[in-house]
C-alpha cells in the first residue's frame, strides 16, 4: 500500500505544481495577450515536462540525497521510517501547494517540499539530520534569484525600451533591431544547454 499512496500524493503534488509553478511563468505571456489560456497550458505542459525530463534529476538529487543525511535512517526501523516520513513530505508539500492555489497566492513547490523536509527530519531525528550549509544555499537561493531575475529584467527592458519603444518610428526600429531581442532571449537560454 505504501507505493499506491506514494503514487497518489505524487500525482497530487504534481498537479498542484501544475496548478501554481507553472502558472506563474505562463500567467504572463496569457496577460499581455502573446499566447490564450489554452495555447499557455499546452506550451506549459510541453516545456514543464522536458524540464523535467532534462534537468530535474539535478535538483531531484538535491532534494533526495542532499537536504537529510540518510545514513541517520539506517537500521532496525530507519529505512521503513525514511519512507513514510517522504510520503508525509510529498502530502505536506501537496496540500500546501493546493492551498496557495485555492487562495490565488504563488507559491513555489521547491518551498513547500525543502520546509516540509526540514520539519520531518527535525521531528524524526533532531537537528544533526539536516544538511544546513546546504539549506543555507537553497534559502539565499530564494532571494538572490528574484533579485537577479530583477536585474536581468531591467537591463533587458532598458536595452530594448533604448532601442526600440523610444525610436520614432518603433516598428521599423523593432525590425532593425530585432536580432537584440533574439540575442537576449539565446543569452537566457545558453546556460541551460550549456550545462546540459
Given at each position: ?72 535512517y ?14 508525509v ?12 492555489t ?13 520546509g ?81
Amino acid at each position: 500500500p505504501i507505493f499506491w499512496i506514494g503514487v497518489i500524493a505524487a500525482v497530487g503534488i504534481g498537479m498542484s505544481n501544475a496548478g501554481n509553478d507553472l502558472c506563474n511563468a505562463m500567467g504572463v505571456t496569457v496577460g499581455a495577450g502573446v499566447l490564450s489560456l489554452r495555447q499557455a497550458v499546452g506550451v506549459g505542459a510541453l516545456f514543464d515536462g522536458l524540464g523535467g525530463l532534462l534537468m530535474g534529476s539535478r535538483v531531484t538529487n538535491t532534494i533526495a540525497a542532499g537536504i537529510v543525511k540518510r545514513d541517520l535512517y539506517s537500521g532496525v526501523d530507519g529505512p521503513d521510517l525514511l519512507a513514510k516520513s517522504m510520503l508525509v513530505v510529498m502530502g505536506s508539500g501537496g496540500l500546501t501547494m493546493l492551498t496557495g492555489t485555492m487562495c490565488k497566492v504563488p507559491i513555489s513547490a521547491h518551498h513547500s517540499v525543502v520546509g516540509s523536509l526540514v520539519a520531518m527530519a527535525l521531528l524524526t531525528r533532531g537537528p544533526e539530520a539536516v544538511e544546513w550549509w546546504l539549506v543555507g544555499q537553497i534559502v539565499f537561493s530564494w532571494i538572490g534569484n528574484p533579485l537577479l531575475g530583477m536585474a536581468c529584467s531591467m537591463v533587458s527592458f532598458g536595452m530594448i525600451d533604448y532601442a526600440i519603444l523610444s525610436a520614432h518610428q518603433p516598428v521599423a526600429a523593432f525590425h532593425a533591431h530585432k536580432w537584440l531581442i533574439y540575442a537576449l532571449s539565446m543569452c537566457a537560454c545558453l546556460p541551460f544547454v550549456l550545462v546540459m
